[in-house]
């Protein structure tokens, strides 16, 4: 049976990251993806421009439009854009609860621009993080969302990802992207354990989304019924690829996209 996956997330009309990303990793790995849009932005590679927020009314009839009809095995949050949203996105989906919710606490663009607002931050903290299942952090999001300085090393991290399963989410996926060296650790942690992924850095500038992208593959993998720890390594793995494969496309001037079909356009 193909799963089908939600994404609540905002739009990227140049295609690589938001729910432009999320529909086509949930392709990429299977699922069938459906979207409800929580705000239109206008961007590029280079950088957001504007953002223009859907009202939050229209986000909650959009997700109980798709619940009333639709089996949905699993939810997808990205960028929630205001407080108001993140409250609406909450209150839809608590009657639903018993999939998998995977929040990726967006909050800045890869070009620098704030896409959530100061007050937004404890509204995902006190409405969205108690009814997700899994978070996707990186570092600078996981040290806002906790009030402390960026981890700097594993051992810090190992304590944040603890730390932020004391807000609500039973898994936590801390993404050590932002660390130096020449390896890129994730470390997913439940309960009292913790599991360490990690995998080679790639030497490109093409890395547009790949937050959004890795937050819909685990989705997309919870969905089919993978374990945490399976899930999170075919996710891993997919997005790896995709950035491994990042310049072969021709997408802007930018930080451009991965290539989400970096297994299926082989001949092409």
């Known amino acids: 049976m193909i799963r089908n996956v939600l994404s609540i ?12 990303a999320d529909l086509k990793a949930f392709s990429a790995r299977g699922v069938f993806g459906m ?8 961007q590029n590679t280079t950088g957001v421009t504007g953002v223009h927020a859907v009202p939050p009314e229209f986000v909650a009839e959009q997700i109980a439009a798709v619940f009333a009809d639709i089996r949905v095995d699993a939810v997808k949050i990205g960028m929630i854009a205001n407080a108001e949203i993140a409250s609406a996105v909450a209150d839809a989906l608590r009657p639903h609860l018993g999939i998998a919710i995977v929040l990726d606490p967006v909050m ?7 896409l959530l607002p100061g007050d937004a931050v404890a509204a995902l903290r006190d409405h969205l993080l108690p009814i997700a299942t899994h978070l996707t952090p990186n570092l600078p999001e996981a040290a806002v969302l906790l009030g402390a300085t960026e981890a700097t090393d594993r051992d810090m991290m190992q304590v944040q990802a603890a730390a932020l399963t004391a807000l609500g989410p039973p898994a936590v996926l801390l993404k050590g992207g932002h660390l130096s060296g ?19 850095r790639h030497a490109t500038t ?5 937050g959004c992208t890795l937050s819909a593959a685990l989705a997309a993998e919870l969905a089919k019924g993978l374990s945490d720890t399976d ?10 690829g995709a950035v491994a494969a990042a310049d072969e496309l021709s997408v802007g001037h930018g930080h451009g996209p991965t290539h989400h079909f970096h297994a299926l356009w082989r001949d092409a």
């Open 231 to 240: 899930a999170v390594a075919a996710a891993k793995t997919y997005v790896a």
């Open 35 to 42: 979207a409800a849009l929580t705000a239109l932005t206008a």
């Open 206 to 210: 093409n890395t547009h989304g790949t």
């Open 108 to 114: 800045v663009a890869k070009g620098g621009a704030p």
């Open 9 to 20: 997330a905002g739009s990227d009309p140049s295609g690589g990251a938001g729910i432009q």
């Open 182 to 200: 020449d390896d890129s650790p994730d470390v997913l942690v439940i309960e009292d354990d913790a599991f360490w992924f990690t995998g080679p």
